[in-house]
């Protein structure tokens, strides 16, 4: 398949067994360091004597194999997962590693613990791959920069599966820890929080390991492990947070909490019109734009902001809107989790809600932190009024 844009942060590279491939631009980062490190530092240093283009042959075959073993550890999440019914359709390859998206949490431990043992059992199996290649090819010094790359990516696949079998959350090892914790206890909430507990402590362990590794003069590896503790800490906190989000949102659905019968903009009216007569009199930072009852696009403060003070009283609201896709429409049965994973993907702060072709109302990010935030109030209230 060929590489189309899917959202601002990722490009989508192929589909295998129904589920997306996208790698972020952050992943080209990564690569292109990977590469360099390889061929200009790790192979010349540990086997002198070889040509520049047999060192960056062997860097550019060792970097493509090292990033699709990433791939194959997440799919085997994502085939393990769909095995089981938690619906992943989407993987992830970005400066850290990969991330497979499973659709919502796991209905029971033991699905938790199939789905993230599956990773490190197939980075293993890869190590081993690669070291009974190694094995298998001639001693001489013809092959020794390929033999030489085997025992390389054998080492890293390893290392990526003992890296996550760290009892962290949201590494493998912390959702092996969650699912035991969760099987042992009975309550997922409490099983996440401690699990994340743990993969925060370990993010300071890496950071504080990476600042001594400044001060032992090892700035790159020093600078790399504080950005991973900090990624590491950064995820736990934001899964924790997601779960309590889910829990507060229930089985609330779009239709729950949409607004009816949304204002809405006609795609003829100019900027300045609009600015003047909605964003400012009503106060919203953005409005559904319709002709005829018809859906034609989404206009936003954002775009609005970007459209020069000069031109406003010249352009129309047609010309600056996000024109209609999927991206910005939502049915009214979908879940608020849904919506919200949707605006997150597509970088947009509202749905249209849409009901047999026609409006049914607008969901915006705001109205669901509303929602969160009663729900949050009502249930420590009838806590509270339960304990006494």
Known sequence: MGVQAVRKSSLRIATIAGVEIEIDYSWLVIFALVLWSLSAGYFPYQYPGYSWSAYWSVGL???LLFFASVLIHELSHAAVANRLGEKVQRITLFIFGGMAHLSGEPRSASVEFQVAAAGPLTSIGLALIFWIVDL??????????????????????LALALFNLLPGYPLDGGRLLRAFLWWRTGNMRAATERASNWGQGIAYGLIALGVLQIFAGSL???????FIGLFL??????????????????????ADIMVHE????????????AIEDYFLRLGYSGFPVVSNGRLEGMLSLSQVRDCPPGERALRRVREIMRAVD???E?????????ALKRMGENDVGRLVVMSGGRIAGLITRSGIARFIHLRSELAANDAGASSQ
């Open 326 to 328: 999927r991206g910005i």
């Open 330 to 338: 939502i049915d009214g049965a979908a879940s608020v989790g849904e």
């Open 262 to 273: 949304p204002v809405a903009l006609d795609p003829e009216l100019t900027v300045e019109r």
């Open 61 to 63: 075959a060792a970097t």
């Open 233 to 254: 800490k950064s995820a736990a906190v934001a899964s924790y947070q997601g779960l309590i989000m889910q829990q507060a949102l229930g089985g609330a659905r779009v």
């Open 220 to 226: 790159v590896g020093g600078l790399w492990l504080i």
């Open 136 to 157: 298998g090819l001639p001693h001489d010094p013809e092959w020794a920069l390929w033999s030489a790359m085997f025992r390389y990516l054998a080492f890293i696949n």
